[in-house]
């Protein structure tokens, strides 16, 4: 019997079972002692709206370059809670192994998992874990999900944006996607390019706080890139939204590999962007705003929303043309979260 790999045994609810969670898992996650494990958490009561959200990753390969398939669970969710104004409080976090599957990888991920949540402020308070047959998973799956409160009475939702909105981004897009196709198929792609994910309630607790109700929209824009996101939000708040090619800011690293492959930045997954849609008259001291904090250095204001044309969405393009743009077609790179 090889104690280095995981094995069904350890899924089996038995003596190896419990071995795995008080030797590895819970100890690496949360510290929680066995005789303080039980069947739920306990939470305290919070004053406020609640945020609750949960989300799953199978990203290919489970180590990228800027991250791991722990730390894009945690920030995935943190993130999520964010773009509703909420301040994200607890995770559950359930696990799926692969019979086979390290130990020593599974104790990588955790241990980032751990360190990514108490960067973030965030507790990891319960979760599950199974293991299935060698070649009835792909190494390691993982589902989170989270509560957080929501401390303040602005409306922010995919509903809300407002003819005369102006758009900001807080950074370059298209980073994490094309970081997880590179290392998924090997390309030398120098250090240019590395997965953007990262925690965002920090920087919204200070857009919000800056823009109150001026505020309209977060979103981020994950699966189906900007171009997705932004055509999601048109047609939610049937509104028409023009983008400008020219102030999208995209790595050149980026813009490069997407060249060369046939793909658009504009399509590609982002993992520590967020869109936030303000009124005009707000928008250049939100832009400010973000543009002091880490995660928005490279902020921009990429588009502004229109009345009339509910859901259409179309590109003022580098030469002075209008093109449309449409949500993203089928899978442009799987299993990129």
């Known amino acids: 019997m090889n104690s280095d790999l995981i094995l069904l045994g350890h899924g089996s609810g038995g003596r190896l079972s419990h071995q795995l969670l008080d030797e590895l898992i819970i100890p690496t996650l949360s510290g929680t002692a066995p005789t303080g494990q039980n069947d739920a958490a306990l939470l305290d009561a919070v004053s406020g709206r609640l945020a609750y959200t949960t989300d799953c990753f199978v990203v290919d390969p489970i180590f990228f370059p800027g991250g791991t398939i722990g730390s894009l669970a945690v920030h995935g969710t943190v993130n999520d809670l964010s773009m509703m104004g909420a301040r994200p409080l607890w995770l559950s976090v359930g696990l799926i192994l692969e019979e086979g ?178 009124a005009a008259e707000a928008g250049e001291r939100v832009l400010a705003c973000i543009r002091q904090h880490p995660l928005g250095r490279q902020a921009a204001i990429i588009g502004h929303v229109s009345s009339g044309d509910a859901g259409r969405v179309r590109m003022e393009t580098t030469i002075g043309g209008l093109r449309a743009v449409e949500m993203l077609a089928g899978e442009q790179l799987p299993r990129i979260c």
Request: proline fraction near 3%.
């Open 101 to 278: 599957f390290s130990k020593a990888h599974l104790q990588a991920i955790l241990t980032d998992m751990r360190q990514t949540a108490d960067s973030a402020g965030v507790r990891i308070v319960t979760g599950d874990t199974k293991v299935v047959p060698h070649g009835k998973a792909d190494k390691i799956f993982i589902t989170t999900s989270g509560i957080g409160v929501i401390e303040h009475s602005i409306a922010i939702h995919g509903a809300n944006a407002r003819a005369g909105d102006v758009i900001i981004i807080n950074g370059t897009i298209g980073d994490h996607g094309i970081a997880v196709m590179a290392g998924r198929e090997g390309l030398k792609v120098g250090t240019d390019i590395r997965s953007d994910s990262a925690a965002l309630h920090g920087l919204v607790a200070e857009i919000i706080a800056e823009a109150g109700d001026s505020l309209h929209v977060l979103r981020d824009p994950t699966r189906g890139g900007v171009a997705t996101t932004i055509k999601e939000i048109a047609g939610q708040s049937a509104v028409s939204i023009t983008l400008i090619e020219d102030a999208l800011p995209v790595n050149p690293a980026v813009r490069g590999v997407c060249a060369i492959l046939g793909l658009d930045p504009l399509f590609v997954a982002n993992e520590g962007k967020l869109l936030a849609f303000v």
